[in-house]
């Protein structure tokens, strides 16, 4: 989708955001990004202060919606509406257990760094942590002959801190399904071995906010076939 203020990708899964010292030569979605501006004649010149650019970024096996600001006065909107929570930010998941009808998460999140994987990750720390709240919903819970119960799970955030869905989920022993830093190494060994699916199996469905002209807009992204395949 584009339109004058907003460019929305439906990101697929294994893709990162930007170029990173562990995917330096791999595809990214500022490349994709880069490229389509490109095909449309307005990617940024020597007279230009701005180009199009992303405005928050999804994990590398994450798929869904992913915007990008096109021009700095939308940028500057967006974020400021990020600061005050004027966002609707809404994920599907599949998860491990028999999820509750509604839940809400309310626990902090500080950054730590992971040596074992070298990547950042995140842990709880009700004191020095930052405020994070996540509400869930259970869309419908099944028996799986390989995974044993399994819940298709609907997120909304209510603050955006990383790996937020995923630590959250795993603190309530739900983990996501193919999670390798907070989720069950059982589970997910069979889910890659005998399933095939090689991610975590989280999904940004959809976003939601006032635009610049005080319209309400959203955007919705299906969800993948992978999510499907495991029903």
Not at 121 to 140: A, H, I, P, V, Y
Not at 166 to 173: F, K, M, V, W
Request: positive net charge; proline residues 4%.
């Amino acid at each position: 989708y584009e339109d004058e203020d907003w460019i929305v990708f439906n990101k697929p899964a294994g893709i990162v955001i930007h170029p990173s010292a562990q995917h330096r030569n791999d595809p990214c979605m500022n490349d994709y990004l880069e490229f389509y501006c490109q095909k449309q004649g307005y990617t940024k010149d020597k007279s230009q202060t701005f180009k199009p650019s992303f405005w928050y970024r999804l994990d590398k096996d994450t798929s869904g919606v992913l915007i990008a600001a096109k021009n700095y006065e939308s940028l500057q909107y967006i974020n400021k509406i990020i600061r005050d929570r004027a966002i609707s930010k809404n994920y599907m998941t599949r998860v491990a257990g028999k999820f509750p009808k509604h839940l809400v998460i309310d626990k902090a999140i500080e950054k730590t760094y992971n040596t074992k994987f070298a990547r950042a990750q995140m842990q709880l720390n009700d004191s020095d942590g930052l405020e994070s709240k996540t509400e869930c919903r259970c869309e419908k819970t099944r028996k799986h002959p390989l995974l044993w119960e399994i819940s298709l799970v609907r997120v909304k955030l209510y603050s955006g801190r990383m790996h937020q869905i995923r630590i959250h989920l795993s603190s309530e022993n739900y983990p996501v399904l193919g999670d390798l830093i907070y989720g069950k190494p059982v589970i997910n060994r069979i889910l890659n071995k005998q399933i095939g699916i090689k991610r975590q199996l989280l999904h940004c469905r959809k976003y939601q906010f006032t635009n610049l002209d005080g319209r309400v807009i959203s955007f919705e992204a299906p969800l993948p076939i992978d999510f499907e395949e495991i029903n």
